[in-house]
């Protein structure tokens, strides 16, 4: 059996060491930016929920006006090509509303991982630091350690939330602009069988 020389080992532990030593400082920072981002995505729904509490809906309203503009630019006529038109206007009310889901979602994963990370990295620090007789820096790290791991926790949790929230209102939002152009196909087709515009899952 191949064993590695004891000189070897320690040169790649102590070279693993180093690199989450490195890793500490962008994962804190990593954490305090997720804080803010999750800060603003609060900020974000708020607004939006007033506006829906008072009947703006944003997403369908700008839909709306862009099935508006293609009908205006083909003068009122359907011709070739109208249903496809208005399809591309409803895929890319569903791009952009899973672009802002999105924005949510991300943290669910992002954020048990950073907290993770910045669990583990100081847990290797106070480790160091008992090694050492160092016990008020194992403190602080433990402090560090914990504290990194509640709050990736709850910026998850708040993003799951949001997200599902979220998910919620763009379904509701596509069916409806879903309907606009379906609507606006059967006003305007004088012939042919009836068009479907669908809005992306």
Known sequence: MFNLPDASIHALETLLYSISTVLYLPVLLGIAAL??????????YAA???ER??????????ARRDMAAVLTASDGEP?????????????????????RLDAVRFVVRVGPALGL??????MGISL???????????AESMTTAFTATVVGLACS???????????????????DISYAAETLL??????GAPHLVRAGA
């Open 35 to 44: 804080v803010l981002h999750m800060l603003l995505c609060l900020g974000i």
């Open 48 to 50: 939006e929920w007033l």
């Open 53 to 62: 509490r008072r009947g703006v809906r944003v997403l369908v309203a700008t």
């Open 79 to 99: 011709g070739p090509g109208l249903d496809a038109r208005l399809e591309r206007v409803v895929q890319r009310a569903d791009a952009a509303g899973v672009r």
């Open 117 to 122: 990370m910045g669990t583990l990295i100081p």
């Open 128 to 138: 160091a630091g008992l090694a050492q007789g160092n016990l008020p820096k194992m």
């Open 157 to 175: 949790v708040t993003a799951y939330v949001l997200g599902l929230a979220r998910e919620h209102w763009l379904r509701a939002d596509l069916t």
């Open 186 to 191: 059967a006003t305007h087709e004088h012939k």
